[in-house]
């Protein structure tokens, strides 16, 4: 007769680490392990590279940030011990006989009782593992309760390859540990292709994520459990830091728990950009933010965010109004201002404006007013906000989307210059929908702010669409050319006229100067401009 395993309790971590603070990362392990060990809890998972955060980047080349992490990982090992019959999986780097490897060691009662190097390394999107680390090629399982324990890391679990290995190894129950960037709709992802993992091998599956925000990158958590036909057993919140706990049955099956409901696609863009502003802000020690308010939609979404990411006493708006500032600007920024709480200041530009042009006015004699003339109004803007930011220590966020800075349609050291680039991947229909959503949960956004047509307000009676297609137009090439990698051709015959495929493709090109002198901002699409998006700026290719 099959001799069947008790039952135990896993605990899933989903941290939120300071990339290159490992005492207060090993700090955080160590309490989930308290919390774990007074449930019960015989496992504790922790996230890819959770000693040091997610990704450590060049500091991975510095030989004193790798001894420094082996010290502290020594240190953590002692610490645990106090937990007796505590397994617990810490991922960190590892200089091993190989090379510096993507590593996880198993500690139990002070030891290091196994250890496993992830064996497939991304080189894509945003990853560069390659330039960092060589592979692992050994399976690692080990046993708690006769049940026997593979464990792969991240990419790993995108290949069939290390998951087989750890079944044929004797594993009956796989752990994946996780760094997980998001990206719109990855949570679905992750599952469709961890449902294909447990169809080749059988094996119920426990995954953990990492949360917080590192940079540009947004990691949600998400941790979940799958039984061994697939089926989702217990899932933890997006964007949250928490420890969730699954439990396993004699037969090796994680038993049925708490599934937390799947969330909208706009619920998740904006969760995902408020956890990238709070930790971008905090993590680097700004004492609050500032934003250029205008009265329209990028910066009323910016503003809302920041406040909900924030409080309102970090938040300080400045409408910094011109002579071609509607009135209708003037109520909405104020009421806005009002709605949320926050600082609020006007400041006019039209003196220092008035001044430039003066002292332009011979260089500029006999030629006609241009987009020069409105980019010193958008250039004095940026220059107050900027004042603003050294005399308080605030940070400036700007307000500039993904179809705009996608077009050139923004000036540099005007209304791109700031820290911070809130929705610098959100394109303008994207824009309008978060606002809804956002409003759906208390209405603070004036209606009319949604309703009018966006403009710059830099020259009389200017929209947007004097100078772009209308938005929806725009995004939808964007979406085909950016995220789709579609030809031009096809891009027509998906329906849109052949003038606008053209101009907008040639924009882009243009525009790539001013794109990499941006500043960083919350990444959420797989085509974002920064990490994602690569081309040269220097090129006589068009298609």
């Known amino acids: 007769m099959e001799t069947k395993s008790p039952p135990f309790q896993i605990a899933l971590a989903q941290i939120n680490p300071l990339l290159g603070d490992l005492e207060g990362n090993a700090k955080l392990i160590q309490l989930a392990a308290q919390k774990a060990h007074a449930e019960g809890s015989k496992l504790l998972l922790t996230p890819e590279l959770s ?71 991304p080189n894509h999107e945003v990853f560069d593992e390659v330039r960092y680390f060589v592979p692992g090629n050994e399976p690692c399982v080990f046993e708690i309760e006769g049940t026997k324990i593979g464990i792969i890391l991240c990419e ?47 094996m119920p599956l426990i995954y953990v994520n990492m949360v917080g925000g590192q940079d540009e990158l947004v990691f949600d958590g998400g941790s979940f459990a799958l039984n061994s036909k697939g089926h989702l057993a217990m899932s933890m919140a997006q964007f949250e830091a928490n420890l969730g706990y699954v439990n396993i049955n004699p037969q090796g099956e994680p038993e049925q728990g708490l599934i937390t409901k799947t969330q909208s696609i706009e619920a998740q863009a904006y969760k995902a950009l408020v956890l990238g502003v709070r930790d971008y802000v905090r993590k680097n020690q700004f004492s609050g933010v500032i934003i250029g308010l205008s009265g329209g939609v990028d910066s009323a979404l910016v503003l809302t965010i920041a406040v909900d990411a924030l409080g309102a006493n970090f938040v300080r708006a400045v409408m910094m109004p011109s002579r071609y500032t509607a009135d209708i600007s003037w109520i909405d920024a104020r009421e806005l201002a009002c709605n949320l709480g926050v600082q609020y200041d006007e400041i006019p530009i039209d003196t220092p404006v008035e001044a430039l042009e003066l002292v332009l006015a011979k260089q500029f004699q006999g030629l006609k007013a241009d987009a020069t003339e409105e980019n010193i109004q958008a250039r004095v803007r940026g220059t107050l906000l900027m004042a603003l930011s050294n005399k308080t220590g605030r940070l400036v966020l700007t307000t500039g989307n993904k179809s705009e800075m996608a077009v050139g349609y923004c000036t540099l050291y005007g209304d791109m210059a700031g820290g911070f680039a809130v929705i610098k991947d959100i394109a303008k229909t994207l824009v309008y929908r978060l606002c809804s959503y956002r409003n759906s949960i208390r209405s603070v956004i004036p209606e009319r702010i949604l309703t009018r047509p966006p403009s710059a307000e830099l020259r009389p009676n200017q929209t947007d669409q004097d100078s772009l297609p209308s938005y929806e137009v725009l995004d939808g090439i964007l979406e085909l050319y950016m995220e789709q990698n579609q030809s031009l051709k096809e891009i027509i015959q998906a329906g849109y006229d052949e003038v606008s495929v ?14 990499r002198q941006a500043p960083p901002g919350v990444r959420i699409t797989t085509r974002a401009f920064g990490r994602d998006w690569r081309y040269p700026i220097t090129s006589k290719f068009r298609a």
């Open 51 to 121: 000693l040091t955060g997610y990704p450590p980047e060049d500091l991975l080349l510095r030989p004193a940030f790798i001894k420094t992490t082996d010290k502290t990982l020594d240190s953590l090992i002692k610490s645990l011990a106090e937990f007796e019959g505590l397994t617990v999986i810490v991922g960190h780097p590892k200089k091993t006989s190989h090379g510096l490897q993507n590593f996880a060691s198993v500690l139990r009662d002070g030891e290091v009782i196994a250890t496993y190097a992830k064996q497939k390394l």
């Open 156 to 202: 790993d679990a995108w290949h069939i390859g290390p998951a087989k290995q750890a079944k044929a190894a004797g594993a009956t129950l796989l752990t994946v540990l996780n760094a997980s960037p998001y990206h719109l709709q990855k949570e679905e992802l992750r599952k469709r292709v961890l449902q294909e993992q447990i169809k080749h091998t059988g």
């Open 502 to 515: 053209e101009k907008i493709t040639r924009l882009i090109k243009l525009n790539e100067y001013k794109r």
